[in-house]
């Protein structure tokens, strides 16, 4: 059984309003039907996980990640979307640690996709469109920047993909900019 995206909007609408956390789910959602591509999997399948991964927190940000299992057994979903789902909090608020390739690449991506957020808002253009990845490695580095995204778990997320941290960052930004507009990163470009 696969979820479809509509069938995972609709759920994850139900349960988060804030415009923030949308558009968060969204651009997880782009990234990581980007990296299906790169490692040639089933796009969808990623998109959904992505999209659906803070499904909880807005709701129950005491219980996140455990709620989303009761959620998501309860509407049926399969159990390597859950996982892959839950599976991103491991060391936080899980204790199911990621080893599949799309929760690996979750856990890597979730963080990250943070500090691109908030390096775009700063921009002139305020956009995903003209960042590079000098710019975002400045921005990194910097720990006072978008102190809330843990850049450990970024890392060791990159780690466990046993890829390099220059190649996750271009190819998150790639995957942010072929949905810009959808996920509100287009800016004034």
């Known amino acids: 059984m696969s979820i479809n995206r509509e069938e995972a909007m609709e759920l994850f609408l139900k349960y988060n309003e804030t ?34 991964h803070d499904l909880d927190y ?16 309860a509407e049926g979903w399969p159990e390597e979307y859950i996982r892959a789902i839950v599976s991103h909090g491991w060391g936080i608020c899980s204790e199911e640690k990621p080893e599949s390739l799309m929760e690996r690449t979750l856990f890597a991506i979730d ?30 580095k910097d720990k006072k920047f ?20 220059n190649v996750v960052f271009e ?4 995957g942010l900019q072929k949905r810009a507009d959808i996920c509100g990163l287009k800016g004034e470009l």
């Open 111 to 140: 963080e990250l996709t943070g500090i691109i957020n908030a390096a775009c808002l700063l921009r002139p253009s305020k956009s995903v469109l003209d960042l590079n990845l000098k710019s975002l490695n400045k921005k990194f």
């Open 19 to 52: 415009d923030a956390l949308i558009q968060h789910g969204l651009q997880v959602e782009a990234v990581m039907m980007h990296f299906a591509q790169y490692f040639d999997e089933d796009v969808e399948k990623w998109g959904v996980v992505g999209l659906c």
């Open 58 to 73: 807005e709701k129950y940000p005491e219980e996140h990640c455990k709620k989303t299992r009761e959620i998501l057994e």
């Open 171 to 174: 190819e998150t930004i790639k």
């Open 146 to 165: 978008a102190a809330g995204c843990n850049r450990d778990i970024i890392l060791q997320g990159i780690e466990m993909l046993e890829m390099d941290k």
